[in-house]
């Protein structure tokens, strides 16, 4: 081989997602995607076909929101709830009867439930908000289509650099299909 050959024409750094910590090296006759661990070489010849693709990712979009939804719920249930059950904690602790004594320890139970909702609606909050924005910030895929298999590469958010990327590679592919 000659030096020419040998040299990268591009590279793709993965920082993000699933493949994070290894490369794409776009090469004259071939594409090499290089890991800590893996290296695979794909021939241009090869390939079918180069997709770039954004997605944003409705399922966790969608469970984002229901969890704030359901934070907001367990808000707002949380202060009648709890005066709901110290009123008949009162109630019981006057009377002061066997079944009464019983029922007084659940509805001090269930007061400390509802004094405990407010913290655990913040938690559902704060992994509802995260969930929603992982979703809604979605990924950019890179597939390349093989005879028979296909090679998907993703990386977290809207990546200008990874279409920049395929597009050198389709580039690449049209002038060796001449």
Known sequence: MNDESQ??????DFTSGSDRGSQLMLY?????????SQLETVPLARVAAIKVSFKRDARRLGWGIAALIVALLLLAISAPLGSLAHGAAQEMAASGQGVARALYGMFRFVE????LLPAIALAGAIGGAMLAVLGWRGSTTLTLTLSGAERSYSVRGRDARLL????????????AAR
């Open 28 to 36: 004259p006759r071939c594409l090499v995607h290089r890991s800590a």
């Open 112 to 115: 400390l439930i509802a004094a």
């Open 7 to 12: 040299l990268a024409l591009t590279r793709f």
């Open 164 to 175: 920049d990327f395929a597009e050198m590679a389709a580039e690449r592919l049209m002038s």
